[in-house]
């Protein structure tokens, strides 16, 4: 019931195009959920975050889609570019003692193709 | 612009050996970290720490394993007995309030032979 499901696990977008990664999770006492980006080597650096009672929120190139009903949310990069090429991590937290602990999902590993 | 710092960046013990891997958080941060990852998987909670003490900690976090804030600025993550599946990055990172953006620091990557 704590898990985070991401998908997919790769993905190879073209320069330009739109990336779209998906995650699910089954706690209904989650109530924050961010993306984080991580390239080799480095420690995941906050992308954008979200909470429930919103259904989006955009930053620049980067929208999170969320569908509380669904316990579903998504991670949009529009215009995407080279230098996006890193691994996404959804996650999810709160629900727990006074300092909650972050849930991350699986990963995926985005490529963009010039 | 603030960071969590580690150190070492790269850690290599013999198993059975104790380490020890320092962070210093983000000098207003209230709530400090350690996670972990093993090489190409996800990134897996190990312990929170809050007002001098452990809030939360999980599986992996077994009697092999502590955490001390020593002073007012260091947190340490101490392996008493490291064992081969040990081996993974180890991150810390501190936020401001739980339920929060949390600052990762770049990892101390610990390697047991």
């Known amino acids: 019931q704590q898990q985070v499901k991401q998908s997919p696990q790769s993905l190879i977008v073209q320069k330009g195009g739109i990336s779209i990664i998906n995650c699910a999770y089954e706690?209904?006492?989650?109530?924050?959920f961010p993306w984080y980006q991580q390239f080799p080597g480095k420690g995941p650096a906050l992308l954008i975050a979200i909470r429930p009672d919103v259904s989006e929120k955009k930053e620049g190139r980067f929208t999170i889609s969320f569908n509380k009903s669904a316990k579903q949310f998504s991670l949009h990069i529009m215009d995407s570019q080279p230098g996006d090429s890193a691994t996404y991590f959804c996650?999810?937290?709160?629900?727990?003692?006074?300092?909650?602990?972050?849930?991350f999902g699986s990963g995926t590993r985005l490529s963009i193709r010039p | 612009e603030p960071e969590v710092t580690q150190t070492p960046s790269h850690q290599v013990t013999q198993m059975g050996q104790e380490v020890i891997l320092r962070c210093v958080p983000i000098s207003n941060h209230l709530y400090f970290y350690w996670y972990r990852q093993i090489l190409g998987q996800k990134v897996e909670f190990l312990v929170s720490?809050?007002?001098?003490?452990?809030?939360?900690k999980s599986e992996i976090f077994d009697d092999q394993f502590s955490v001390e804030r020593p002073d007012g600025s260091n947190f340490t993550l101490k392996i008493r007995s490291t064992k081969l599946e040990d081996s993974a990055m180890y991150f810390c990172?501190?936020?401001?309030?739980?339920?929060?953006?949390?600052?990762f620091g770049q990892g101390t990557r610990l390697t047991v032979v």
């Open positions: 996650a999810a937290s709160g629900g727990y003692s006074s300092a909650s602990k972050i849930i």
């Open positions: 720490f809050y007002n001098n003490e452990i809030s939360e």
């Open positions: 706690n209904t006492a989650f109530d924050y």
């Open positions: 990172a501190s936020s401001t309030q739980a339920d929060t953006e949390a600052f």
